[in-house]
């Protein structure tokens, strides 16, 4: 596939088209992105930050880093971190925010997650968080990862994840997508499972989590317009049974709010 570079300071570009959807979605919401609080913290990225932190790889790559929040959360316990994007206003937004916050020694890059640009065995962890459902191959991202990562290296994937029960998953996959045209699938914590252990890792957590989401906010990052919200917080509210206990919606201060479910999963590759 041919490949095109683009010049800019700090970053090594290589993009790989097609996967324009989620470029433009995100392209045009980049700010939103870097600015949003549920990306910005949680109890998985705590999570995930403390378990870094008693590991301390040397080299750390975060896929699809988005806003940035990954790779700045993970750079105190990490010398060289490799923070990369499909997106190329995503990254450049990622980048500001990372140099506001003193991140300097973090590089970048610009690429698909399931075609990584790399030599093997050449990190020593890699990350990616609240990402891989918008990936047409997430089997590939994590065969692509694995293949990047040095012996006793780990990959950690923190996600949004559908229920077991397959209509409910569609109904879920369904209202994400509406809302997102660009969103793909929300896996379940079996599949994370089974593609982390096809590709010889042994799993070392899996942990569920559930998060509360303002609704207004959920649709604002997007530029959800107003008949749109309307249909989903219809389907918000009319849900079956099954779909409306994993999302939870609820009222709080006159303002709807909804869970959704994500794992933190973290798979090390053995000798």
Not at 81 to 95: H, N
Not at 170 to 196: C, I, Y
Not at 228 to 244: E, M
Request: charged share 15%.
């Amino acid at each position: 596939m041919q490949q095109f570079y683009i010049r800019h300071p700090h970053i090594r570009c290589q993009r790989q088209m097609p996967d324009s959807l989620v470029q433009a979605q995100f392209g045009a919401h980049a700010a939103n992105y870097v600015a949003s609080a549920a990306h910005a913290a949680g109890e998985s990225l705590d999570h995930l930050r403390g378990w870094m932190a008693v590991r301390r790889p040397h080299r750390l790559l975060d896929i699809a880093t988005g806003g940035g929040h990954t790779a700045l959360a993970l750079a105190s316990a990490c010398p060289q971190v490799l923070a990369t994007d499909l997106t190329f206003p995503m990254l450049l937004a990622a980048r500001s925010f990372l140099h506001a916050h003193s991140a300097h020694a973090t590089t970048f890059a610009l690429h698909n997650a399931a075609q990584l640009p790399f030599s093997g065995a050449c990190f020593d962890a890699v990350t990616c968080r609240l990402a891989a459902h918008h990936f047409a191959a997430p089997d590939q991202f994590v065969s692509e990862s694995v293949r990047c990562l040095r012996t006793n290296g780990c990959l950690a994937v923190i996600d949004n994840v559908a229920p077991d029960n397959l209509a409910a998953a569609s109904l879920v996959n369904a209202f994400e997508k509406l809302r997102d045209p660009s969103h793909g699938r929300h896996q379940t914590a079996a599949d994370w499972e089974a593609m982390f252990t096809a590709n010889r890792l042994q799993i070392a957590l899996n942990q569920p989590y559930r998060k509360a989401l303002n609704f207004a906010d959920y649709c604002t990052r997007m530029s959800v317009p107003a008949r749109r919200r309307t249909q989903l917080s219809a389907l918000l509210l009319q849900a079956p049974a099954a779909v409306h206990s994993y999302f939870n919606p609820r009222t709080i201060d006159g303002a709807l709010w909804f869970d959704l479910r994500e794992i933190l999963i973290i798979g090390t590759l053995p000798d």
